[in-house]
């Protein structure tokens, strides 16, 4: 019997296995014509709609007056950018002052009362800046973002086709300092996220944004509820999403990469970090947070080597499962234009700690937040508690 059972593990983990081997095949498809479509010249459009950049800011991040300065910096003729936190006390404050004093002409800063009045604080936090936005395009963006001069022009061009409610960027991760636990964060961000987006875009239509950009039409923002419809969600990028498309509109990946640059204090904060985003993805999509297991050919392989009876065969199945993803690994930081990419050696132990951090996601009803505490589920009402985990 146990003989019996170690059988139809292996044939499970062999399926599993050949299963995260297309998606790498698919992944690396997907994430080359994406570094195609980056390397195009942009056609000029036409119109260019005023913008508004929306920058909420909570706690002083790693490079955090340049990630702001570059939103301040863009090639586009009618722009204007407002900087957000949620009272005085918040030490961002001194970095979004020196840069908003560097381009006066164009920047806000609000300044909260320190009461988050929204379930979501980022929501809570965007809030009062909206009655200091003049654009006709809202875009709010994390500030732990980097953007290139072109970014605007990027995320603006879609909305000539008035179908179009709402636009998002892909990002990569960039580590803010040479810790290992940066360096890990910013593989998942470029080799994981941004490949098993492009492929989720290839097989459906797009009914999310990402917190890296959450353009929007200021007119089909307030159709949809404002700011306090999305405070409402833990996952404001989701939620911002998918009431877009309820309303009729479409949701577009803008052909750009946002820069996130990423800094972890040590390994803890960053499994942290991640199992905050694994338990919000299992909470709005628990049937896609179990196929995420899939995307990791290369721990299933091992885990089939193991239970495995034909070894040559096992190590075979494993072999091409470790070239494909070193090729994952290559082809993502080539074509979404790293500057340099982290060792190789560390490619099995992040996607070890991916399975890890997916199981741990598998659990759990709530997640933290800086201080707070948040409950994952959308119809709790009570959700963001200081104190206990």
Not at 49 to 60: A, I, Q, S
Not at 90 to 119: C, K, Q
Not at 191 to 212: C, D, K, M
Request: proline share 6%.
């Amino acid at each position: 019997m146990r003989a019996d059972l170690r059988g139809v593990a292996a044939t499970a983990a062999l399926g599993a296995t050949l299963v995260g081997i297309a998606y790498a095949v698919f992944a690396i498809a997907r994430v080359r014509a994406f570094g195609r479509r980056l390397r195009e010249a942009r056609p000029a459009h036409a119109r260019r709609p005023h913008v508004t950049v929306l920058k909420p800011v909570c706690g002083r991040e790693p490079d955090l007056e340049e990630n702001l300065a570059s939103f301040c910096a863009q090639d586009y003729p009618e722009y204007d950018v407002v900087f957000g936190v949620l009272g005085k006390d918040d030490p961002g404050l001194d970095a979004i002052r020196s840069v908003a004093a560097a381009a006066p002409e164009r920047t806000t800063v609000v300044v909260g009362d320190g009461v988050a009045r929204l379930r979501n604080p980022k929501m809570a936090n965007v809030a009062p800046m909206l009655a200091h936005a003049r654009g006709e395009i809202l875009a709010i963006s994390d500030g732990d973002m980097r953007v290139t001069p072109d970014y605007l022009d990027a995320i603006s061009a879609p909305f000539s086709d008035p179908r179009v409610g709402a636009v998002t960027a892909l990002y990569r991760g960039e580590p803010a300092d040479e810790g290992l636990a940066s360096a890990l964060g910013s593989m998942c961000l470029t080799e994981q996220f941004t490949p098993s987006a492009l492929v989720a875009n290839a097989i459906e239509p797009v009914r999310y944004t990402f917190g890296a950009t959450m353009a929007v039409r200021r007119d089909v923002l307030a159709a949809i509820g404002g700011i306090e419809a999305l405070g409402r969600h833990l996952a404001d990028d989701y939620a911002l999403g998918r009431l877009v498309t309820e309303a009729g509109y479409l949701v577009v990946v803008a052909p750009c990469v946002v820069v996130n640059v990423v800094a972890e204090r040590d390994l803890r904060a960053l499994v942290e970090h991640e199992v905050r985003w694994a338990r919000t993805i299992r909470g709005i999509r628990p049937l896609n947070y179990l196929g995420i297991v899939l995307t990791y050919p290369l721990p299933l392989a091992l885990g089939h080597l193991v239970l495995a009876r034909n070894k040559r065969l096992a190590l075979a199945v494993a072999a091409l499962a470790g070239l494909l993803r070193l090729a994952v690994h290559e082809v993502a930081h080539t074509a979404l234009g790293s500057p340099s990419r982290p060792a190789r050696w560390l490619i099995p132990l992040r996607d070890i700690l991916g399975v890890a951090v997916w199981a741990l996601g598998l659990r759990g009803a709530t997640v933290r937040w800086r201080e707070l505490v948040l409950r994952v589920a959308d119809d709790e009402p009570d959700a963001a508690r200081p104190g206990m985990a």
